[in-house]
């Protein structure tokens, strides 16, 4: 294990720190127990949403999650101020917010303001109104400031990001740079849909005005022919009308990839198409489908000007960036992914720990596996009996849904897959006939076969469970010859019935194998 006082250096393929195998878990540390349950507001020009994190720092659960569309800069274009009733709308919600931080227990409620508090001429009064109402002290922070927090919630959730990150709000849209770790140039607009709305001249002038700008941000942000990070509402909304056009079975944004030329098709879609249809078949609210033509006509001019190589959307923004903002550095080099499958493991598994054992055990099937696959077999590890209370008829399926549809970061959707099926295979031999069958069909054969395999090993190694400290057998892989040896030492024979018997042969015919099983003599 890497000494914690020094920074770790990076996997090349995972851009996540190396700490060996199985590092020390943060959750209990001091500096990431003071993470574990921090509210955020965010009042935003559209909506105002208040959203307390959970669990492991790394990798946060969303304790409480609530929007309340208030559309504060609606019309403010035209009048210079606020919409009176977004402001009513608004303070309700901070009232709100203020009283259930309060039942939950909350020492701190952060509360930032962006484009729309920043550039209303009564916006200063709408924070004094707030802090008289509720004692919240609202933080407005500028486009450059927004920008850098959104670039940092997309860097909790792949801390090896690099390319351009995207933020659009009601009344404005932030360009950040990111790479190594870190956020470079950044620049802000007045390209939210709500600011565009109220351009005259129709669509023309729109797109004009829309072009105008762009050209200007892509001046002061250089080339950015790297991947395209989409952060905020109006991109979900568009994502989630790309995946009904193109038929996507994993209904999950975070990750969501595009190409260009998705894109493309899908904005055709959306100009052609009713929008009381797409709001229904793509279950977006009224309020946000109001706004997403305007956002379309900003996406296609983003995409062309700046001819990312792919696009992908991350659920993960300015909230999650004020998370970000709080965490030590040893923690912000820690994976994601792994540290909240430790924190699910110490949560709800029978044996806590009992993950790295298996890991271990199983571990010479995967001598030449590359860095980014054994960090998903140490996932599946940690993850492979904490659904052991789910009734046994549903836990091999219950598994797969989990690992496909949880809030888990640093996961391509294909891994989110591929864990699926290793967990189900922990449970059952066969994946047919499931309610899933199309899920599977997004990663190919081979890897469908290698989760297979990591199941069974999974539910073979489960069966020789004993204390932590006492003496186990070990697998022993030679491909070449395609052979299988067990080796136990003789107390440990009597945990080789039937059951693991038949489970080790099942292993065994995954891999095209031959099985020897031996004891070690002492």
Not at 200 to 221: F, P, S, T
Not at 234 to 248: F, L, T
Not at 374 to 399: M, N
Request: aromatic share 8%.
């Amino acid at each position: 294990m890497s000494d914690l006082s020094e920074k770790p250096a990076l996997v090349p393929e995972t851009g996540v720190a190396d700490l060996g195998p199985f590092a020390k878990p943060l959750f209990e540390d001091p500096s990431a127990r003071a993470l574990r349950r921090v509210g955020v507001v965010d009042v935003g020009s559209n909506s105002v949403r208040m959203v307390v994190f959970d669990g492991a720092a790394r990798s946060p659960a969303y304790f409480y999650n609530e929007k309340i569309m208030c559309a504060l800069g609606a019309g403010m274009a035209e009048t210079g101020h606020l919409s009176p009733q977004g402001r009513v709308r608004a303070l309700s919600a901070m009232r709100r917010f203020k009283k259930l931080a309060d039942g939950m227990g909350l020492t701190e409620l952060t509360v930032v303001a962006t484009a729309a508090v920043r550039d209303a001429s009564d916006g200063r009064d709408f924070c004094a109104d707030v802090h008289r109402e509720t004692g919240l002290k609202i933080w407005v922070i500028d486009g450059e400031e927004e920008a850098r927090l959104s670039a940092q919630g997309v860097l909790l959730g792949w801390p090896g990001a690099y390319g351009l990150v995207c933020d659009i709000g009601g009344s404005s849209m932030e360009l950040a740079e990111i790479s190594g770790g870190r956020v470079g140039r950044r620049v802000t607009s007045r390209l939210g849909p709500l600011k565009l709305r109220d351009i005259k001249g129709g669509a023309r002038a729109r797109e004009a005005h829309i072009k105008e700008v762009m050209e200007k941000l892509a001046a002061k942000m250089g080339s950015q022919r790297d991947r395209l990070f989409l952060v905020g509402g109006s991109w979900r909304a568009i994502a989630r009308i790309d995946m009904v056009r193109r038929g996507y079975p994993l209904h999950v944004l975070h990750e969501y990839r595009m190409t260009r030329r998705s894109v493309a098709a899908t904005l055709a879609y959306i100009k052609e198409t009713d929008a009381d249809e797409l709001r229904s078949i793509a279950g977006v609210s009224s309020s946000r489908m109001a706004l997403v033509p305007y956002a379309a006509q900003v996406l296609g001019r983003l995409v062309k000007t700046f001819g990312p190589k792919d696009i992908a959307v991350s659920s993960y923004g300015i909230r999650e960036g004020m998370l970000y903002e709080q965490m030590p550095q040893r923690l912000r080099d820690r994976d994601p992914l792994v540290e909240a499958c430790r924190f699910a493991e110490a949560k709800d598994a029978r044996m806590p720990g009992f993950g790295k054992i298996l890991y271990n055990f199983i571990q010479p099937l995967y001598k030449s596996a590359p860095a980014p696959r054994l960090r998903l077999v140490k996932a599946a590890c940690l993850l492979h009996d904490v659904s052991w209370r789910a009734h046994p008829d549903y836990r091999a399926e219950l598994c797969f849904d989990n690992a496909t549809r949880a809030n888990l970061g640093g996961l391509k959707h294909s891994e989110r897959i591929y864990l699926g099926l290793a967990l189900l295979h922990r449970y059952s031999n066969k994946r047919e006939n499931s309610r899933f069958e199309d899920l599977y069909e997004m990663v190919d054969e081979g890897t469908r076969h290698d989760a297979e395999i990591l199941g069974k090993a999974m539910r073979f190694g489960a069966m020789l469970w004993m204390n932590k400290g006492s003496e186990r057998g070990e697998i022993r892989w030679f491909p070449k010859k395609k052979l299988l040896e067990l080796w136990l030492t003789a107390d440990m024979i009597p945990l080789y019935g039937e059951v693991a018997e038949a489970r080790l042969n099942s292993l065994a015919a995954s891999l095209g194998a031959e099985v020897a099983v031996k004891t070690v003599k002492r």
